[in-house]
T-cell receptor, first 111, second 111 residues
Framework: DGGITQSPKYLFRKEGQNVTLSCEQN?????MYWYRQDPGQGLRLIYY???????QKGDIAEGYSVSREKKESFPLTVTSAQKNPTAFYLC??????????FGEGSRLTVL | DAKTTQPTSMDCAEGRAANLPCNHS???????VYWYRQIHSQGPQYIIH???NNETNEMASLIITEDRKSSTLILPHATLRDTAVYYC????????????FGAGTILRVKS
């Protein structure tokens, strides 16, 4: 079945460690996105990519990095520079104009 | 970028229509209105979108005012499973891909 797969679903990290969240889609979508959600809050855009080898910063890109080497993959690295990384991370994809398809999310906890 | 304003929360009786309002007074002529919903700890789910005409699908109806400054999402027969956070979004960005999520409306359907 077509869809978006995020992994891992739950992740624990020690302070000062980098961690990479995986996002893979088999929908042949051009655009992919990463959002962050804190408890009781809406989604905030971290990074987005409209084509391979190109991506743009969203509203809260500091402390995060991404790559888009393949159309189907858009991994997000949470670096040690992100001061408050504990959150729910959501990946999405879409065609140029149309609905966003979201993954099930990855919950990151910093110990 | 166009922004949206939604009520923080609403209650609806099971079986009755749920009418969720959204204000987007700064919307541009080529920007679409999208509605998504998010059930707790899951990825948001697309509901419906429109430009200026009213739209209907199997999930809901979208009524957009003639001046496009506001819209209403209608769930015709709300069920307990419709309890979720509902996001009204105007699609922004150079290529129309970036979606900005606000805090949304918490809809509580009660029996």
């Amino acid at each position: 079945d077509g869809g978006i797969t995020q992994s891992p679903k739950y992740l624990f990290r020690k302070e000062g460690q980098n961690v990479t969240l995986s996002c893979e889609q088999n929908l042949n979508h051009d655009a992919m996105y990463w959002y962050r959600q804190d408890p009781g809050q809406g989604l905030r855009l971290i990074y987005y990519s409209q084509i391979v080898n190109d991506f743009q910063k969203g509203d809260i890109a500091e402390g995060y990095s991404v790559s888009r080497e393949k159309k189907e993959s858009f991994p997000l690295t949470v670096t040690s520079a992100q001061k408050n990384p504990t959150a729910f991370y959501l990946c999405a994809s879409s065609m140029a104009i149309g609905e966003l398809f979201f993954g099930e999310g990855s919950r990151l906890t910093v110990l | 970028d166009a922004k949206t304003t939604q009520p923080t929360s609403m209650d609806c009786a099971e079986g009755r229509a749920a009418n969720l309002p959204c204000n987007h007074s700064t919307i541009s002529g080529n920007e679409y209105v999208y509605w998504y919903r998010q059930i707790h700890s899951q990825g948001p789910q697309y509901i419906i979108h429109g430009l200026k005409n009213n739209e209907t699908n199997e999930m809901a109806s979208l009524i957009i005012t003639e001046d496009r400054k506001s819209s209403t999402l209608i769930l015709p027969h709300a069920t307990l499973r419709d309890t979720a956070v509902y996001y009204c979004i105007v699609r922004v960005g150079e290529y129309g891909n970036k979606l900005v999520f606000g805090a949304g409306t918490i809809l509580r359907v009660k029996s």
